[in-house]
């Protein structure tokens, strides 16, 4: 059996992962208030993170029970990302709804890169 931690060590989770960096960066910042809010950044960051995780999820393979649940979580991810993209038209409604979202992301890494 695969553990977590090799599962999400794979490259092509970790080369997605790190494409994430800047815009999860920007997008703390955002939320800390130390940037101010941007929607076209917001928008940029979540489409890289949609586009990333869907070729994750589909081009996963179904092997082993590890993969299977980060396949799933992916596609949580995915619709979390869906339903609350559009809701983002300002800071308050950026930290509510990003949440969220991150919700459902650090589920992942709270399993899989503790």
């Not at 559009?86 to 979202?101: A, M, P």
Request: with cysteine; glycine share 6%.
């Amino acid at each position: 059996m695969m553990c977590g931690s090799q599962a999400y060590a794979s490259s092509p989770i970790k080369d997605v992962m790190w494409t994430f960096k800047s815009h999860a960066y920007n997008l703390a910042k955002m939320l800390s208030g130390d940037k101010n809010f941007d929607p076209s950044v917001v928008d940029k960051a979540l489409a890289t993170y949609l586009d990333g995780v869907t070729k994750l999820r589909d081009n996963l393979p179904d092997k082993g029970q590890d993969l299977l649940d980060i396949k799933k979580r992916f596609g949580d991810l995915v619709i979390a990302i869906d339903e609350n993209r559009g809701l983002i038209i300002d800071q308050s409604s950026f930290q509510t709804q990003y949440r969220k979202i991150t919700q459902v992301c650090n589920s992942c890494h709270d399993k899989y890169d503790p």
